[in-house]
């Protein structure tokens, strides 16, 4: 019964050690250092906070989806890249959405996207050239790839300002305003476009496309 008892005692320490050690040897790759790189929009520290609840994670066991769930909470991030440097550091690269204009609805503030969704706005990205949107981002979206298709300047553009008939105004840098219709308003831009390149062009501030088949120039 003694030997038995010395037996069970050796066999105990034994697993202990080994159990101890696997500890120690899996803690030596928790997560310390984090490096973020491509970013030039959310600063470093910014994103670091981000992902402070993965630190001391083991970063063998660390998936690329708990990394994901964090950083996407952030909107300005649209995709990204993880390497695991052996043996405590994350480097994550950052790939962020670029924004192309600032959205006012319902007294709410955005930036939009080049896909044309929301960025929670943030003050110190200091964006003040870019052009002011009046309406739905979801209307925008629309009006926004119509102008694309006729390839409509639009680092020319300042303001957009949809009405409550769903039809939009364009302002530009240069103080033009365009009335589009409600309907059937390519058209009426691209007649716009024709005649930008017109030596009276410049006499004109207001080009209103309101009544069908009528301009009205002011």
């Known amino acids: 019964m003694k030997h038995r008892t010395v037996i069970a005692s050796l066999l105990l320490i034994f697993l202990t050690s080994i159990t101890f050690q696997q500890k120690k040897f899996f803690t030596k790759f928790n997560l310390k250092i984090i490096k973020v790189e491509n ?16 630190y001391d994670k083991n970063l063998i066991f660390l998936s690329y989806a708990e990394v994901e769930k964090q950083l996407k909470k952030n909107s300005l991030i649209d995709s990204f890249n993880i ?7 994350l ?29 929670e706005f943030n003050n110190d990205l200091n964006y003040e050239n870019l ?18 298709k006729i390839d409509f300047p639009l680092d020319t553009i300042k303001k957009y ?3 409550q008939l769903n039809r939009w105004d364009i302002e530009t840098i240069n103080k033009k305003i365009i009335k589009l219709p ?22 004109y501030k207001v080009f209103d496309y309101r009544i069908e088949n009528q301009l009205i120039l002011k």
Do not use: C, M, Q, W
């Open 83 to 89: 390497k695991k440097k052996y043996p405590d550091t």
């Open 131 to 148: 052009p002011y949107v009046f309406g739905s981002h979801k209307e925008f979206k629309i009006f926004y790839y119509n102008l694309k």
């Open 182 to 203: 409600h309907s059937n308003y390519l058209k009426s831009l691209n007649n716009y476009l024709d005649l930008s390149k017109n030596k009276n062009f410049k006499k």
């Open 161 to 163: 300002t949809l009405f």
């Open 39 to 54: 970013n030039f929009l959310l600063s470093n520290e910014e994103i670091k906070k981000s992902l402070i609840k993965l």
């Open 91 to 119: 480097k994550v690269k950052i790939f962020e959405k670029k924004p192309i204009a600032i959205l006012l609805n319902d007294k709410r503030k955005f930036y939009l996207s080049e896909k044309i969704e929301l960025i």
